[in-house]
């Protein structure tokens, strides 16, 4: 099966509808009457069949492996950059390893993006989000710096906010001689990386540290045991179902209480004011789709300024997923150039 969607995932995106549609059935539809993306339909079909996916099986180590080649099967193709180089950032308990994108551009002083991995905290790294950040970069116009912060269950929470915080302060205090501007740093990550991102903006200004020009939550799970009806309507047949989250939980919190800290659970922190500008993206068919919506409405409510868009055909995890379907990769550089737009402002 993984011989079949190497050779064939970006033919299948070129398939005509008609073909694909006969061949797989139609796709299925939302709570909210929306068809899911047929390129994502025909993905997740020939994953069942080969019952790829399906990681909460497996041991840690075993699903890290398993996830980034998987991963390469579906992602986007690799972005031309000026520069993409390899190092290291002091954190709290030795040092974190890291990488920067650098775009093509003649411009000085870019914005700096802070990006953390998604992967439940346990799985993903570098080279799992590798062609996401650098295709940010050079669509954005700005310098990424992507950080592998520490994993469950070898290192539970909070070593993994103890590590973004520490990436932050770095962040602000190198983003100018990285070629950046210390004004228009972001911070960014995608579900786990979300979740960081979110509890790290309540953590810096309970602290009296200055917020990111802006938060960038992709998918973010935002209260560890959410009762929205999103989390059981899609916590089946998709790449995050309700076991795996199970399965991230029970490596990443070292006891039940940890699941209602708000650098958990920020949805459950007692104040939102204060915190920096936040662009949300979610997906229609995901089961942390309701949770992200209920995040992004809580910030407004406290007057954070908020841009918030549900990409609804689409599944969680799309950003690492651009090579699978036109509509993933669309979302991707939508994001990008909306992305573009929100650091212009900052």
Known sequence: MKRLLRGGV???AAAPERLLRASFGAPPRSDRGIEQDLHTHVLLSLMRLGRLGELHHLSPAKARRHYQSDGALVDLPPTSLAERRDFTIPGPAGSLPARLYRPHTEAASLPVLLWFHGGGFVIGGLDTHANA?????????CIVVAVDYRKSPEHKFPCSSDDALASVRWAYAHATELGGDPD???????SAGANLCAGLCHRLRDADLPQPALQVLMYPMTQCDAPFPSRTQFGEGALLTTKMIDWFHGHYLGNPEDATSPLVSPLLSARFDALAPA???TAGFDPLRDEGAAYADTLRAAGIPVDYRCHERLIHGFLTMGGASP?????IFELGDD????LRRS
Do not use: Q, T, Y
Request: a positive charge; charged letters at 25%.
């Open 133 to 141: 950040c650098a295709c940010l970069a050079s669509r954005v116009g």
């Open 10 to 12: 970006r033919g299948l």
């Open 184 to 190: 228009r740093v972001a911070i960014g990550g995608d």
């Open 327 to 331: 509509a993933n990769k669309e979302a």
């Open 339 to 342: 992305l573009a737009v929100a």
């Open 279 to 281: 662009l949300i993206r």
